[in-house]
C-alpha cells in the first residue's frame, strides 16, 4: 500500500475552512465523542486505499477518532493516515487476538466474534465513511443506515437506498465534513 499523505493545503479551500472548524469543535464541549467508522475491503485496490489514508488523515488531523475493521487493505490505510495525523485509530479486530491487526492501530479490541464485529463498527461511528465494497462493508452499510446513522460511499459497486454518493475523494471529505459540522 503506498498512499501518499495529502497536506492540508491540497484540500480545497473550503474543505480546508470546514477541516479548521472541525478541529476547533474537538478542542471544545461540543465535541463529536463517537469516532468516524472508515470502512471498506481488505483486499482494496490502490485508489481506494488512496482515498481511505487521505480521508482518515484529514479527519484525524482535525481531532476525529477513526474506527475501522483493524485489518488491510481500506483498514490499513485509514489506521495509517490516522496514525500519520497523530490521531487516533482503533480497530475492531474479528480473532479473539490481536495477531491479524494492522501496525498503525493505536488500540486494536480483539471481539472473537468474527464477521458479526462489523454491527460494533457500524453502531459505534457518528457516520460511516464507505471506500470500496465488498459483502462485509455492505453489511455495515446496511446496519449503518438501519440505524440512522449518516453513511458515504466512493467506489461503491451496490447502491444501497439512503447511502449518500460521492463523486471522488474532494466531495466526499466535504460531505463527511458537512455532517459533522452540520
Known amino acids: 500500500m503506498q498512499a501518499i499523505e495529502r497536506p492540508l493545503q491540497a484540500w480545497p479551500a473550503?474543505?480546508?475552512?470546514?477541516?479548521?472548524?472541525l478541529a476547533a469543535r474537538q478542542q471544545g464541549p461540543s465535541r463529536h465523542r463517537q469516532p468516524v467508522a472508515v470502512i471498506g475491503p481488505g483486499d482494496a485496490n490502490e485508489a481506494?486505499?488512496?482515498?481511505?489514508?487521505?480521508?482518515?488523515?484529514?479527519?484525524a488531523g482535525a481531532g476525529m477518532v477513526v474506527i475501522c475493521g483493524g485489518r488491510g487493505?481500506?483498514?490499513?490505510?485509514?489506521?495509517?493516515?490516522?496514525?500519520?495525523?497523530?490521531?487516533?485509530?482503533?480497530?475492531?479486530?474479528?480473532?479473539?487476538?490481536?495477531s491479524q491487526a494492522n501496525g498503525w492501530l493505536s488500540v486494536a479490541v480483539p471481539t472473537g466474534m468474527g464477521e458479526m464485529?462489523?454491527?460494533?463498527?457500524?453502531?459505534?461511528?457518528?457516520?460511516?465513511?464507505?471506500?470500496?465494497?465488498?459483502?462485509?462493508t455492505l453489511s455495515e452499510m446496511a446496519m449503518g443506515l438501519k440505524w440512522g446513522k449518516p453513511v458515504f460511499e466512493l467506489y461503491g459497486g451496490v447502491q444501497l437506498p439512503g447511502v449518500v454518493p460521492a463523486s471522488?475523494?474532494?466531495?466526499?471529505?466535504?460531505?463527511?465534513?458537512?455532517?459533522?459540522?452540520g
Request: contains cysteine; hydrophobic residues 50%.
Open 117 to 136: 464485529r462489523n454491527a460494533i463498527i457500524a453502531r459505534a461511528g457518528v457516520c460511516l465513511v464507505a471506500i470500496g465494497s465488498n459483502m462485509g
Open 168 to 181: 471522488d475523494v474532494n466531495d466526499l471529505l466535504t460531505k463527511v465534513l458537512g455532517c459533522l459540522l
Open 73 to 98: 487493505g481500506v483498514m490499513a490505510a485509514a489506521s495509517r493516515g490516522a496514525s500519520e495525523a497523530g490521531g487516533i485509530a482503533v480497530g475492531i479486530l474479528p480473532e479473539d487476538d490481536d
Open 48 to 59: 481506494e486505499c488512496a482515498a481511505a489514508h487521505a480521508v482518515a488523515h484529514a479527519l
Open 14 to 21: 473550503p474543505a480546508v475552512q470546514a477541516l479548521q472548524r
